[in-house]
């Protein structure tokens, strides 16, 4: 059976599951008998949209099996299984933004994270890469037309903000015409943005902008100061950190030193027996190693880094040198947050 045929019944789609349980392993009996459910539901009312589309049952069960690795359960909405345009796709566990905004506002660093349609006739200014000032205003016509689709003449972009626990206020924002030409112009590709249940698609786009650029975490720590920079964490790689800024030395083999050049014996000048071997020249300063560790992007240092600006503790590159040694390139990237 290479492709799913249109499913009568649940008990059906039951044996087809249950037939296929011994390729996946499950840590619990509940694990399992939440997958077996969530399957046998899904291929029931949706085995002729599959069928439509060519997709195997054997992809179906996989995606719901790595979705209930993820701790995603379908029968609550959290996901559905999706099959995107392309030459020969495969489906993909589709994450929906109501599970994805309740994740973070689970966060004991977030106080509050929401929405918002921006209305023609609004002032929008950028201050900041997640700073806003927009002066949204009132709305008097309908929301949606009369085909239940958002109503776009009205709409001139969407918002989304993220509160901090301790006030601090982060907010993105990006037009109707910037995220369409970012999701692509083929229509194939924006299906899931102008259908009926499209809405939550705009704010998806915004939140994950958001998310993406927020220069701390939502959900490690529950005190910011907890992911401060602390000098007695390991030394992380540094092979972004270019060789000429450090002398020319190539960090990722330190042990190896240049050896004293030795002096040609001649004939004429033997060395004196009783005279002592020379000491060996100590190796120039610029082949030590740096007092200070490397501050790379992304790495557990530069997070902690992103958190004291956040926080106003570290207010310019010269407070990051005091603890880190700072490339050019990342000189520049802190920039962006000072």
Same mark, same amino acid.
């Given at each position: ?38 399957? /046998? ?18 992809? #179906? ?5 790595? /979705?209930?690795?993820?701790?995603? @359960? ?17 489906? #993909? ?28 006739? %609004? ?18 016509? /309908? ?9 776009? @003449? ?19 924002? *990006?037009? #109707? ?19 009926? @249940? ?86 120039? %300063? ?9 501050? @790379? ?9 992103? *958190? ?16 880190? *040694? ?13």
């Amino acid at each position: 059976m290479n492709e799913l045929q249109k499913i009568e019944s649940p008990t059906t789609a039951l044996a087809i599951v249950k037939k296929s349980l011994p390729i996946f392993f499950f840590e619990s009996q509940e694990n399992e008998k939440k997958f077996v459910s969530a399957c /046998a539901i899904d291929l029931y009312k949706r085995s002729e949209e599959y069928v439509k589309n060519g997709i195997s049952y054997e992809d #179906v069960l996989l995606c719901h099996y790595q /979705a209930s690795q993820q701790g995603l @359960n379908y029968l609550n909405g959290d996901y559905t299984v999706v099959k995107f345009g392309g030459k020969n796709p495969k489906p #993909v566990v589709f994450t929906s933004y109501q599970k994805q905004r309740q994740d973070i506002l689970d966060s004991p660093n977030v106080a509050e994270f929401y929405p918002n349609i921006i209305w023609q006739g %609004a002032t929008v200014q950028q201050r900041d890469l997640l700073q806003w000032d927009i002066k949204n205003v009132p709305h008097i016509g /309908a929301k949606y037309d009369q085909n239940g689709f958002l109503n776009f @003449n009205d709409i001139l972009g969407f918002e989304f903000v993220l509160v901090r626990s301790d006030g601090k206020k982060y907010n993105y924002f *990006a037009t #109707v015409n910037e995220i369409v030409l970012e999701v692509g112009k083929d229509d194939k590709l924006l299906f899931m943005y102008r259908n009926r @249940n499209g809405e939550s698609m705009w704010y998806k786009f915004v939140m994950r902008k958001l998310l993406k650029w927020l220069p701390f975490s939502v959900g490690q720590s529950k005190d910011w100061r907890e992911v401060q920079p602390r000098d007695d964490r390991p030394v992380v790689d540094i092979d972004d950190v270019p060789f000429e800024e450090i002398g020319g030395v190539n960090l990722l083999q330190p042990e190896q030193q240049p050896q004293p050049q030795q002096q040609p014996q001649t004939m004429t000048q033997p060395q004196p027996q009783n005279q002592q071997p020379a000491q060996p020249a100590p190796a120039p %300063a610029q082949h030590q190693q740096p007092e200070k560790r490397w501050l @790379n992007i992304d790495s557990e240092e530069w997070r902690g880094v992103l *958190a004291s600006i956040a926080t106003g503790q570290v207010k310019s590159v010269a407070d990051v040198r005091k603890t880190y *040694a700072v490339s050019k390139a990342v000189e520049a990237e802190l920039v962006k947050y000072l």
